[in-house]
């Protein structure tokens, strides 16, 4: 089955700069890789997301790269911004409707 | 969007009473659903996936029996631990797919179990 392996585990970043967390996976035949954010006791929130097809996506300061060949995606946050401190987590799927397999998450700190 | 409203968002309850968590899509039909358990700084982990109108699929190594998932409808499935135990404490989140190709999935927002 389908392995994600996220790093780094934990991010200290000062407020304005910026923020990658890296993703790999292990099935090539993951299309659809999304990127979600968690606070302390409530459930995980897509930020974003990008399937096979394309190599970027930006949406305002996040933006997410995927890399086909070498099977890894990254997360970008730039100008963070210290409500952006939560846990963050990647996921791989092979399609609608399959399940999503999560990396290990990692714990996000904006410093004001 | 799509909108997973899940219940409760926390319980406690005493060893050997069972608890029901319910996961219902609002404004769509959620033919898939899954199941996550989550524990403290940990990821989360798919438990099972269930299916409107059929069995649900266990991972392995989750116990069917003690985990009762059931998809009765098009818009609501339920999971219910059964003679709760401590260890059965954690945090459940529920997932449903969206109904197109390239929709992403709507989580619920998560029940807190404590069983004392």
């Known amino acids: 089955g389908e392995n994600v392996e996220q790093h780094p585990s934990t991010l200290s970043v000062q407020e304005g700069d910026s923020a990658v967390i890296k993703c790999t996976y292990s099935?090539?035949?993951?299309?659809?890789f999304p990127w979600y954010k968690q606070e302390l006791g409530k459930g995980p929130q897509l930020i974003i997301d990008?399937?096979?097809?394309?190599g970027e996506k930006k949406d305002q300061r996040i933006a997410v790269t995927l890399n086909k060949t070498a099977k890894h995606f990254s997360l970008h946050i730039t100008e963070t911004q210290p409500e952006d401190s939560a846990v963050y987590f990647c996921a791989a799927s092979t399609g609608s409707a399959r399940q999503l397999t999560f990396g290990s998450g990692t714990q996000l700190t904006v410093l004001p | 969007g799509a909108v997973v409203s899940q219940h409760p968002s926390r319980v406690i309850c005493k060893s050997g009473t069972s608890v029901k968590i319910e996961c219902r899509s609002l404004d769509f039909q959620a033919t898939t659903m899954f199941w996550y358990r989550q524990f403290p700084k940990k990821s989360l982990m798919l438990m099972a996936t269930s299916n409107e109108g059929s069995k649900a699929t266990y991972e392995q190594g989750v116990e069917k029996d003690k985990f009762l998932i059931n998809h009765a409808s098009l818009t609501l499935s339920t999971l219910t631990v059964t003679s709760a135990h401590p260890e059965d404490s954690s945090f459940y989140i529920c997932?449903?797919?969206?109904?197109?190709?390239?929709?992403?999935?709507?989580f619920g927002s998560g029940t807190r179990l404590t069983v004392v």
């Open positions: 997932s449903a797919p969206g109904q197109g190709r390239f929709d992403g999935y709507t």
């Open positions: 990008i399937r096979s097809n394309v």
């Open positions: 099935d090539s035949a993951s299309n659809y």
